[in-house]
């Protein structure tokens, strides 16, 4: 794969603030294995946790994932279903880890077209998630970084015909329409199971962010695996389009 120079050790005392995950490679695990591929939709929702629990505990502050795109609803009705439940399973179970270690979750995306169960869900993680500060896992449903962007546009565009925006839009003030209103910018992005593409995930957010690519199929990735990203990552210059001791 290309872009994956190796790197040392994992520096732990300076963990990426805000990690992104293109969750890919659940059906090519389960075929491999002559299993259908909502075995590896099921597999990778147990992967996201103890990815989720491992950047928690590294000190990451929020880590963005990429489940279900606003093109995934092309893919089988089983399939859809089982991953739609698969969630609605995930954001329950959610609610009791939130409560105890008072950590938050968001759902970036188009709510509307989520079911009212799932929906209602997401309502009750959003309320927790205002009563506490420490890290926070965004799920990105039904999303699609283009529709994040003209979504924000309208908002924006209603916002100033009713009189309640400024005129002059900023970049910092147009974010704050955006799904990851208040949240920095992901430093990295992480794209397991081959594909070295964006997919129409965080267009905007990823002005700056660091890519790094694996072969390595999102069920089978684990926390040694995001210690190789995070010390790619580390060893990486960030210039941010200027120069270093000019
Ligand atoms: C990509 O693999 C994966 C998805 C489209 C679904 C991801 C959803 C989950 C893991 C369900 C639960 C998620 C959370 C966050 C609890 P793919 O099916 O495109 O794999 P392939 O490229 O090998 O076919």
Sequence with gaps: MPNNNSAGERDRARPPRHIAIILDGNGRWAKK???PRTAGHAVGAETFRKIATYCKNIGVEYLTVYAF?????????????????????????AIDTMERDHIRMKVFGD????SPE??????????????????????????GGRDEILHAARRYAADYAAGKAEGELTEEGFSQYLYSAGIPDPDLLIRPGGEVRISNFLLWQCAYAEFYFTDVLWPDFTPEELDRAIAVFQSRDRRYGGVKNP
């Design 33 to 35: 294995r002559g299993l």
């Design 118 to 143: 799932l929906r209602a869900l997401v309502d009750k993680t959003d309320e927790i998630s205002r009563r506490y500060e420490g890290f926070q896992a965004n799920i990105c449903l039904n999303y």
């Design 69 to 93: 795109s606003t093109e995934n609803w092309r893919r089988p009705e089983a399939e859809v279903s089982t991953i739609m439940k698969l969630l609605g399973k995930y954001l329950h179970e």
């Design 111 to 114: 709510v509307e077209g989520l």
